[in-house]
Protein backbone atom coordinates (compact mmCIF):
# COMPACT_ATOMS: atom_id res chain seq x y z
CA UNK A 1 0.00 0.00 0.00
CA UNK A 2 1.25 3.14 -1.07
CA UNK A 3 -0.03 6.86 -0.47
CA UNK A 4 1.57 9.87 -2.29
CA UNK A 5 1.02 13.01 -0.92
CA UNK A 6 0.98 16.41 -3.11
CA UNK A 7 0.00 20.47 -2.97
CA UNK A 8 2.18 21.73 -0.53
CA UNK A 9 3.76 24.62 -0.82
CA UNK A 10 4.27 28.38 0.16
CA UNK A 11 0.42 29.95 1.01
CA UNK A 12 0.01 33.29 2.55
CA UNK A 13 -2.23 34.29 5.72
CA UNK A 14 -5.82 34.42 4.88
CA UNK A 15 -5.08 32.12 1.22
CA UNK A 16 -5.77 28.86 0.67
CA UNK A 17 -4.01 25.34 -0.60
CA UNK A 18 -5.51 21.93 -1.28
CA UNK A 19 -3.63 18.86 -0.45
CA UNK A 20 -4.31 15.53 -2.30
CA UNK A 21 -3.14 12.02 -1.16
CA UNK A 22 -3.63 9.11 -3.80
CA UNK A 23 -3.83 5.73 -1.88
CA UNK A 24 -2.62 2.47 -4.18
CA UNK A 25 -2.00 -1.16 -3.79
CA UNK A 26 -4.14 -3.84 -2.54
CA UNK A 27 -6.61 -2.90 0.21
CA UNK A 28 -9.83 -4.92 1.19
CA UNK A 29 -11.36 -1.90 2.94
CA UNK A 30 -10.48 1.23 4.40
CA UNK A 31 -11.35 2.11 7.87
CA UNK A 32 -11.09 5.78 7.72
CA UNK A 33 -8.11 8.00 6.17
CA UNK A 34 -7.07 11.39 7.65
CA UNK A 35 -4.55 14.29 7.74
CA UNK A 36 -1.80 14.86 10.82
CA UNK A 37 1.01 17.75 10.87
CA UNK A 38 3.72 17.67 12.63
CA UNK A 39 5.68 21.32 13.17
CA UNK A 40 8.67 22.46 13.91
CA UNK A 41 9.83 21.43 17.48
CA UNK A 42 6.37 19.58 17.89
CA UNK A 43 4.59 16.52 17.91
CA UNK A 44 2.54 15.34 14.99
CA UNK A 45 -1.18 15.88 15.60
CA UNK A 46 -4.49 14.86 14.35
CA UNK A 47 -5.90 17.26 11.95
CA UNK A 48 -8.81 15.77 10.12
CA UNK A 49 -10.35 12.13 9.45
CA UNK A 50 -13.13 10.73 7.26
CA UNK A 51 -14.33 7.76 7.88
CA UNK A 52 -15.56 4.99 5.38
CA UNK A 53 -18.83 6.16 6.55
CA UNK A 54 -17.97 9.73 5.91
CA UNK A 55 -18.24 11.30 8.84
CA UNK A 56 -15.61 13.71 9.48
CA UNK A 57 -13.33 15.32 12.96
CA UNK A 58 -11.36 18.16 12.72
CA UNK A 59 -8.46 19.48 14.83
CA UNK A 60 -10.28 22.35 17.04
CA UNK A 61 -8.14 25.09 15.76
CA UNK A 62 -8.85 24.33 11.92
CA UNK A 63 -12.65 23.61 12.07
CA UNK A 64 -14.63 26.11 10.16
CA UNK A 65 -11.47 26.24 7.76
CA UNK A 66 -10.65 23.25 6.61
CA UNK A 67 -12.35 20.48 4.83
CA UNK A 68 -11.46 16.78 4.16
CA UNK A 69 -13.04 14.91 1.76
CA UNK A 70 -12.11 12.09 -0.63
CA UNK A 71 -13.31 11.36 -4.42
CA UNK A 72 -15.98 8.91 -5.51
CA UNK A 73 -13.65 5.45 -5.60
CA UNK A 74 -12.49 6.40 -1.81
CA UNK A 75 -8.79 6.14 -3.14
CA UNK A 76 -7.72 9.95 -2.59
CA UNK A 77 -8.51 12.06 0.01
CA UNK A 78 -8.28 15.92 0.00
CA UNK A 79 -7.32 18.61 2.57
CA UNK A 80 -8.83 21.93 1.41
CA UNK A 81 -6.76 24.76 3.59
CA UNK A 82 -8.93 28.08 3.69
CA UNK A 83 -8.20 31.21 6.17
CA UNK A 84 -4.32 29.77 6.31
CA UNK A 85 -2.74 31.08 9.46
CA UNK A 86 1.01 31.30 10.37
CA UNK A 87 0.45 28.70 12.83
CA UNK A 88 -1.16 25.91 10.21
CA UNK A 89 2.73 25.33 9.26
CA UNK A 90 3.79 22.14 9.55
CA UNK A 91 4.86 19.21 7.11
CA UNK A 92 1.00 17.20 6.57
CA UNK A 93 0.96 13.72 6.82
CA UNK A 94 -1.84 11.15 5.12
CA UNK A 95 -3.09 8.42 6.84
CA UNK A 96 -4.99 6.02 6.05
CA UNK A 97 -6.04 2.46 8.47
CA UNK A 98 -6.91 -0.37 5.80
CA UNK A 99 -7.10 -3.66 5.85
CA UNK A 100 -5.81 -5.96 3.31
CA UNK A 101 -8.40 -8.85 3.91
CA UNK A 102 -11.41 -9.48 5.21
CA UNK A 103 -10.23 -11.17 8.63
CA UNK A 104 -7.03 -9.60 8.57
CA UNK A 105 -6.40 -5.94 11.81
CA UNK A 106 -6.10 -2.86 10.15
CA UNK A 107 -2.53 -1.67 9.62
CA UNK A 108 -2.07 2.20 9.39
CA UNK A 109 -0.12 3.32 6.43
CA UNK A 110 1.45 7.32 5.91
CA UNK A 111 2.45 9.32 3.16
CA UNK A 112 5.61 10.81 2.50
CA UNK A 113 4.74 14.53 4.13
CA UNK A 114 4.34 17.59 2.41
CA UNK A 115 5.43 20.84 3.90
CA UNK A 116 2.98 23.64 4.13
CA UNK A 117 4.83 26.95 4.84
CA UNK A 118 2.59 30.49 5.67
CA UNK A 119 4.06 33.36 5.39
CA UNK A 120 1.62 36.13 7.22
Given amino acids: VQLQASGGGL ?3 GGSLRLSCAVSGSIFSIDH ?5 QAPGGSRELVA ?3 SGMSTKYLDSVKG ?6 NNAKN ?3 LQMNSLK ?3 TAVYYCNVRARRALLKAPDDYWGQG ?3 TVSS
Fill in 76 to 78: TVY
Fill in 33 to 37: MGWYR
Fill in 86 to 88: PED
Fill in 114 to 116: TLV
Fill in 65 to 70: RFTIST
Fill in 49 to 51: TIT
Fill in 11 to 13: GQA
